[in-house]
């Protein structure tokens, strides 16, 4: 059985662009989340989709947004970006179905560099 | 306002021995607790969860205790191995239609050969 796949793996981009990310959970799986990890903040919840819908949102700014296909493949997407959005990107799957799953099982990241 | 807390930054074990790993939290409405353990430059990999209404949960060498009344949970493993090395992070689920996680800051452990 696959795992979660990110991609890309690593991106460089320059202050004041935009990036997109993406997340294919594992197969079966319908809800898909995503964290920021940086050094000073540790893991830090940004949203999660379950069925093409935001369930939950965490404590960031507008600039970070996110969508789910009904393939439940995911993407996030930063707007003008900031040198502060340095970080590696995780995203969870979980089954999720009616009622939340017991388990949360990442990707490899997307290690993101602002210049 | 750190909901969940790991106070040790590191903890360095002998091969063989038990590896004990702490985890608090604040809030009482968390219902399920999760330990991970995480590589630099990856994503951490899921080692064991608890429900808030058991108090041990037990896989292979990873044994989870869970403290409700001290809000207070730990991660046992035994026998510890070099390749435990990592850095562990417990993390907390909020009851409800969620699978919203809290981290705790995460436990640098090193076992030495």
């Known amino acids: 059985k696959a795992g979660v796949t990110q991609t890309p793996r690593y991106l460089i981009k320059t202050r004041g662009q935009q990036v997109t990310l993406s997340c294919s959970p594992i197969s079966g799986h319908r809800s898909v989340s995503w964290y920021q990890q940086t050094p000073g903040q540790g893991l830090q919840f940004l949203f999660e989709?379950?069925?093409?819908?935001?369930?939950n949102k965490g404590n960031f700014p507008g600039r970070f947004s996110g969508r789910q296909f009904s393939n439940s493949r995911s993407e996030m997407n930063v707007s003008t970006l900031e040198l502060g959005d340095s970080a590696l990107y995780l995203c969870?799957?979980?089954?999720?179905?009616?009622?939340?799953?017991?388990?949360?099982?990442f990707g490899q990241g997307t290690r993101l560099t602002v210049v | 306002d750190q909901q969940v807390k790991q106070n040790s930054p590191s903890l360095s074990v002998q091969e063989g021995r038990i590896s004990i790993l702490n985890c608090d939290y604040t809030?009482?409405?968390?219902?399920?607790f999760l330990w991970y353990k995480k590589y630099p430059a990856e994503g951490p990999t899921f080692l064991i969860s608890?429900?808030?209404?058991?108090d041990k949960n037990e896989d292979g060498r990873f044994t989870v205790f869970l403290n409700k009344s001290a809000k207070h949970l730990s991660l046992h493993i035994v026998p510890s191995q070099p390749g435990d090395s990592a850095v562990y992070f417990c993390?907390?689920?909020?009851?409800?239609?969620?699978?919203?996680?809290?981290f705790g800051t995460g436990t640098l452990l090193a076992v030495q050969p």
């Open positions: 993390a907390a689920r909020y009851g409800g239609a969620t699978n919203k996680l809290i």
């Open positions: 809030n009482s409405m968390f219902d399920y």
């Open positions: 989709y379950f069925s093409e819908t935001q369930r």
């Open positions: 969870a799957s979980s089954k999720g179905r009616d009622r939340v799953s017991t388990e949360a099982f």
């Open positions: 608890i429900s808030s209404i058991k």
